[in-house]
């Protein structure tokens, strides 16, 4: 789903890509969304001099006085004004600047509590760093030993073939206390790191897992310990050990031997204050880090728990409150598919990244997918490229012209079935929001019959099997996913006829009714369905006058609210927002007040 993502968020001028431990594929708690945004129109390089294009900026690597594993980004070419605002002078050579970058992008296009954190800028909640970054097409120098070091069959020659073809990038961040600080740049090797997770064997995935849950559990639970380690000290213990041995000892029954060596690890290089990168060892990421009385709080610590063996794992609530009678041993098939389902609804990160995607302004996204998905040979995928075309949807059509209600006129004719096709895209990622939307084109079309013909189509989807972002399982939905349509069904087809999605409108949509638009717009513009079909159902009788009608759409509007019905808890006041206007319409003003209260 990330790789999905990030092909079809790719635009002219860059690259989007989904990093850190979600965009390797673990959704632990406590993870946040990772989003690197590579431009297009910078190209760094070393000595290979790359084949000119006046549009794009060129800037080379010196690293002359600077720290493994970082360097300084200096001009070569550019004519865009705005880059060379982020650049500085020192010692009478212009440099790119990733401080004034940072910066740039802070004061440009965050202002609702988000705060500078290491290269990236992050959200008041800290479930999304999004962080700025410039690419090299090449192998660097530096990492160049890598490729001819390991003697083992891990990483195979392919993998570290395709990991050399992509280049590294480089982030906004300096090595801390440095002169040069704010000019510098780290080496980062995101999509590599990526590439060698996902050649992981499930015993070396679960060494890693359970190594972060330790330490985002119990040792930086510990205020003296908080923050020394981070996930990336982790992940490079295991890529080394991952490389001294043979893959044949990364088995289930050897995962206890295998944590423990990873552990045993972290232990010695907390001791020795050394912690090598891996694909540039003269970087020691310890060095002036894990030294003096921190280094030794932190180690006995670590002894500490290393007493205990791998029972340490236990500190972790996560572990230690495992309920094991939930599961059947052998683990059958129907059980790991219902944790798969029941992990798509609850994870925050999952629903987070698929929200950004729907609202990201490039327009040709849709066409992209369109082309990825007839491409595609591989059914699955075609799934995948499909639900992310959907949820694009009905984004992509708000931003399309509507003039008024629905004319014979050709040129209008045109547009509108334009705008139709565009919105019944929009029906393959869920059950009832889709259909929800092209509603609400009727009714903004004033075709309000036709309208209210797809609000009862879409109200007799909503059953109580249905699933929505949040939903703890029933065993009204255990029952209902072992049903055998679905036993053989994958988490995507799943989707489509199970889960329904919030209402969601754009700054400017032309889709939202007028009378939503006058009270909502700037407050919020995610919507509950099934409060949101009431709703829509209640104007549309409202404005042919059915009262009778009118009354029953707004009393099953109050009692869905009321029952918390396919609602979930954290969006209940947007519901009584619906609610607080169509008692307004209504003439109960007084009820209208208490709603909105």
């Not at 979600?22 to 790359?50: A, C, H, N, W, Y």
């Not at 559990?217 to 923050?227: N, S």
């Not at 213990?237 to 295998?258: D, Y």
């Amino acid at each position: 789903m990330n790789m999905m993502r990030d092909n079809l968020s790719n635009e002219k001028l860059k690259t989007v890509i989904t990093s850190g431990s979600f965009g390797e594929g673990l959704d632990m708690r406590g993870s946040d969304l990772d989003i690197m945004q590579v431009s297009k129109s910078i190209e760094v390089t070393e000595d290979v001099k790359p084949i000119f294009d006046p549009c794009m900026t060129y800037l080379f690597m010196d690293t002359d006085d600077v720290k493994p594993g970082y360097s300084l980004l200096r001009l070569q070419y550019s004519r865009s004004q705005s880059l060379l605002e982020h650049c500085e002078e020192h010692n009478g050579k212009t440099y790119f600047s990733g401080a004034l970058c940072k910066q740039n992008a802070f004061s440009v296009g965050f202002k609702n509590g988000e705060t500078i954190h290491g290269p990236c800028i992050s959200d008041p909640n800290g479930v999304l760093d999004l962080a700025f970054s410039v690419h090299c097409k090449t192998w660097i120098s530096s990492a160049v030993q890598w490729l001819t070091r390991s003697s083992s069959s891990w990483p195979s020659h392919n993998v570290k073939h395709s990991i050399m073809n992509h280049g590294v990038c480089f982030v906004p961040i300096g090595v801390k206390g440095s002169p040069k600080e704010d000019l510098e740049w780290r080496v980062s090797f995101s999509v590599a790191e990526k590439l060698l997770i996902y050649t992981f064997t499930h015993t070396q995935l679960l060494c890693y897992g359970l190594l972060k849950i330790i330490l985002k559990d119990v040792i930086a639970k510990d205020y003296q310990c908080k923050d020394l380690l981070c996930s990336y000290f982790l992940k490079t213990i295991i890529f080394w050990i991952s490389e001294e041995l043979p893959l044949s000892v990364w088995k289930p029954n050897n995962l206890i031997h295998c944590f423990m060596r990873c552990f045993n690890r972290l232990v010695y290089c907390v001791e020795y204050s050394v912690c090598l990168h891996y694909f540039i060892p003269e970087n020691n990421m310890f060095e002036n880090k894990i030294e003096g009385r921190i280094r030794d709080v932190l180690l006995q610590k670590l002894n500490t728990l290393h007493s205990y063996g791998w029972r340490c794992i236990l500190f972790s609530d996560q572990i230690s409150n495992f309920d094991v009678s939930m599961w059947n041993f052998p683990i059958e098939p129907f059980t790991l598919y219902v944790n798969d389902v029941n992990k798509i609804v609850q994870s925050g990160i999952l629903y987070c990244a698929n929200s950004s995607f729907k609202t990201y302004p490039d327009l040709n996204i849709f066409n992209t997918g369109v082309k990825h998905n007839i491409s595609c040979h591989q059914f699955s995928l075609k799934h995948l490229y499909a639900y992310y075309i959907s949820q694009r949807g009905s984004r992509q059509a708000q931003c399309l012209p509507l003039d008024g209600a629905f004319i014979n006129n050709k040129y209008k004719y045109k547009q509108y079935k334009s705008y139709l096709s565009t919105l019944l895209t929009n029906v393959f990622h869920d059950a009832v929001s889709g259909w929800l939307m092209v509603a609400s084109l009727f009714y903004k079309t004033k075709q309000y019959r036709e309208a209210l013909h797809i609000i009862r189509y879409s109200l007799s989807k909503c059953t109580p099997d249905k699933l929505y972002k949040g939903l703890t399982l029933t065993d009204i939905h255990y029952q209902s996913l072992k049903l055998l349509p679905f036993i053989k069904k994958n988490v995507v087809y799943l989707l489509k006829i199970m889960f329904i999605d919030l209402i969601g409108f754009n700054v400017n949509s032309t889709l939202i009714p007028d009378e939503l638009e006058m009270e909502v717009r700037g407050i919020t513009d995610l919507f509950p369905a099934i409060a949101y079909a009431y709703f829509l159902s209640f104007l549309c009788h409202y404005h042919i006058n059915n009262v009778r009608q009118c009354q029953d759409s707004l009393e099953g509007l109050e009692l869905v609210i009321a029952e918390s019905y396919l609602i979930p808890n954290w969006n209940t006041k947007d519901a009584y927002i619906l609610l607080g206007i169509a008692l307004e319409l209504h003439g109960d003003k007084e009820s209208a007040q208490q709603a909105f209260l």
